[in-house]
Nanobody
Framework: QVLLVESGGGLVQAGGSLGLSCVAS????????MGWFRQAPGKEREFVAA????????GYADFVKGRFTISRDNAKNTVYLQMNSLKPEDTAVYYC????????????????????WGQGTLVTVSS
C-alpha cells in the first residue's frame, strides 16, 4: 500500500498563499492518480482537486477554481497543492489521497474508491 505524508499547513491571513506537499512511499507513485480533500470543523470531508498519474489531467471543485493549483513531480514522489487568495472558509484539515489508476481523474473524486489517505495537515486562514 502507498503511504502518504502531507506537510505545509499553517496559519495564513485572508488573501495570502500557502503550499501543501504530499510525499508518497511504498509503491510506484506514477501508478497513482492523486487528490486533495479537506474537512472543515463540523463539516463532512469534501473533494478539492485531483490530478492524473501523468499530471496531464487535473480537476477542481468549483469553490477553488482559479485559486488553487494541483501539480505533481513523479521523480520526487510528490503531489502539491498551491493555494492562493485564501479565504477564512478555506480553513480545514487538508488530506491527500491516492487511487491506483491510469484512468479518469473522476475515480479520485469519489472518496469511497481511494486506496490510501494521508494523516492530514491543518490550514487556518484568519480574517
Amino acid at each position: 500500500q502507498v503511504l502518504l505524508v502531507e506537510s505545509g499547513g499553517g496559519l495564513v491571513q485572508a488573501g495570502g498563499s500557502l503550499g501543501l506537499s504530499c510525499v508518497a512511499s511504498g509503491r510506484t507513485f506514477s501508478n497513482y492518480a492523486m487528490g486533495w480533500f479537506r474537512q472543515a470543523p463540523g463539516k463532512e470531508r469534501e473533494f478539492v482537486a485531483a490530478i492524473s498519474w501523468s499530471g496531464g489531467s487535473t480537476g477542481y471543485a468549483d469553490f477553488v477554481k482559479g485559486r488553487f493549483t494541483i501539480s505533481r513531480d513523479n521523480a520526487k514522489n510528490t503531489v502539491y497543492l498551491q493555494m492562493n487568495s485564501l479565504k477564512p472558509e478555506d480553513t480545514a484539515v487538508y488530506y491527500c489521497a491516492a487511487r491506483r489508476t491510469f484512468g479518469s481523474i473522476a475515480m479520485v473524486m469519489n472518496q469511497g474508491t481511494l486506496d490510501a489517505w494521508g494523516q492530514g495537515t491543518l490550514v487556518t486562514v484568519s480574517s
